[in-house]
DNA sequence: CGCTAATCTAGAACAAGTTTCAGACTTGAT
DNA sequence: ATCAAGTCTGAAACTTGTTCTAGATTAGCG
């Protein structure tokens, strides 16, 4: 298995290898202060600072501080899905293993709540500028969830099924955050979501 | 029928006339600077131009930007609200007419897209401070699918379903406003999670 | 090596959300 | 009518995201 990831972007220039070390830091520096104080402790002149780069490179690098949290998330999707892989879920029906995939993923983030509080909240404020970027994380996201209903040529109607259960996996993670809805509750949610993949299942097409 | 909305906040110190014809003044304003150009151009200073109230009253009235435009789609929703009571869907199942209310609220916002993504923009992105506000947004939107369901007392699960296509409904919106979903996809998202409604009516029980 | 274009740095400057403050105005109670 | 408390105003200040500029550094190339 090579080291390269399964989907970068289309990696316009190819970075030379201290640039590649910048890039580095500013994720670290970023996920850094993200797990300390959540959205508003990632500081641009901070990141810069920590991350040994002038404010402009930083700039150069990602366009916006929400360019740089959107990136932070790709970066920890992909261990993410990267550990799911080694781990994936026992449930019997696919239902089950992406409510399964999600739970521990949920526990993966309740472990970092200013880390999620950050991501998450940047991925829902990008407007049209971080498209592509959030497109990617989408994709990523999506793969994942495949990944636990084991599909490998998925109907349009179970990817819509998929998308809503995305929907809900964002929105619920949100109401969390705020602290409008419990933890069980994100749980119930998310069963509850799940339960449209056994209804969009190819033998129990309408 | 008496002019009270059905459920106000606690209404802490009852405003003056003065004050209530202030407070209108300024939701009037940052709905209209919202239709312009969206959650960027709901600038505070230019609010309190428009409304005739300098920034710090302003701020005396609505906290933060988010709080206003979360107190502007609390606005925005009664009068959907209404609207909806008037002409209540017509579908045959509580599904179809969940779906239907909704599709008839997405058509209102597509009207008005810069309105809608300044609202919903503000929502999504609203802290902790402005959870009391998006809880009554959200339980003004629970009213409103419940009604189209012609439910009085919903069950857990029902309950839980009803969160669930609110969570997608918001997330939805927003992948509509940040360009990455159709109008047509919104649809067929909207029309799939609804099919939960079936699933978790009282006699289909597990 | 020496040149050129691209990149990086430090720092100022700008934009918009938010806070603060002194003084003028309202309100409600006496 | 008058006083105290609370509210509103106008303006400046502060914070943090973003942009800009002039000069130093680096990378690639002949």
Redesign the pocket.
């Known amino acids: 298995m090579p080291a390269e990831p399964s989907s970068a972007l289309p990696a316009s ?7 590649e070390a ?1 890039r580095r830091r500013i994720l670290h520096a970023s996920a850094q202060l993200a797990s300390r104080g959540g ?11 920590s991350s ?17 949290l959107v990136a932070t998330m790709q970066d920890q999707l992909e261990h993410m899905h990267g550990t799911l892989r080694k781990k994936p879920p026992q449930g019997a029906t696919a239902a089950e293993r992406v409510a399964e995939t999600l739970m521990r993923a949920f526990r993966a983030l309740q472990r970092e709540p200013h880390l999620a509080d950050a991501m998450v909240r940047a991925l829902t404020f990008a407007d049209r500028s971080v498209s592509p970027e959030v497109d990617q994380v989408s994709r990523q996201t999506t793969a994942i969830v495949l990944d636990a209903m084991g599909l490998e040529n998925p109907t349009p109607e179970q990817l819509s099924a998929v998308r809503v259960i995305e929907h809900t996996w964002h929105s619920a993670l949100i109401t969390w955050l705020s602290g409008r809805a419990s933890i069980a509750q994100v749980k119930i949610d998310i069963e509850t979501v799940c339960r449209l993949i056994d209804l969009t299942a190819p033998e129990a097409d309408s």
């Open positions: 220039p190819p970075l030379t290898e201290r640039q910048r959205f508003d402790a990632v500081q641009m002149r901070e990141v810069a600072e040994q780069v002038a404010l402009g490179t930083l700039y150069r690098y990602f366009p916006s501080k929400v360019h740089l």
